[in-house]
């Protein structure tokens, strides 16, 4: 299992822009599909992007697409969401999460797929 630690969330007005990072340890983060999750209060966790082991291959939750963008950095064993065009409705707890890789496209976006989890970063946007 990968030790994940996620940095770069924040407040932030609506229609701004964050980046959020997320930093593995203790294993080849190459050998893991990678993604974001989010959990606002009262509400269960929800997929937000998902990566594949090389970053050629994304997939993104219907309401994120084109304002979300998920990278990854293998040398530096990072995943990035950049996010843009941000709406209040985006507010929540957000989760990095990294999964073994099972072929070259994989890049799931069910929670179980996931073993590794980071502890999260809290993302407000004001309105």
């Known amino acids: 299992q990968l030790q994940l630690v996620e940095s770069g969330g924040g407040l932030v007005q609506a229609g701004g822009s964050l980046r959020l990072s997320c930093t593995a340890s203790?294993?080849?983060?190459?050998?893991?599909?990678a993604g974001w999750f989010r959990q606002a209060p009262g509400k269960e966790r929800e997929f937000v992007a998902s990566?594949?082991?090389?970053?050629?291959?994304?997939r993104y939750f219907d309401s994120v697409k084109g304002r979300f963008t998920i990278s990854r950095d293998n040398p530096k064993s990072t995943v990035y969401l950049q996010m843009d065009s941000l709406k209040p409705e985006d507010t929540a707890g957000y989760y990095c999460?990294?999964?073994?890789?099972?072929?070259?496209?994989?890049?799931?976006?069910?929670?179980?797929?996931?073993?590794?989890w980071g502890r999260g970063t809290q993302v407000t946007v004001s309105s």
């Open positions: 203790g294993g080849t983060f190459s050998d893991y599909a």
């Open positions: 990566i594949n082991w090389y970053g050629s291959d994304t």
């Open positions: 999460a990294a999964g073994y890789s099972i072929s070259h496209y994989y890049r799931p976006s069910r929670a179980s797929d996931f073993g590794s």
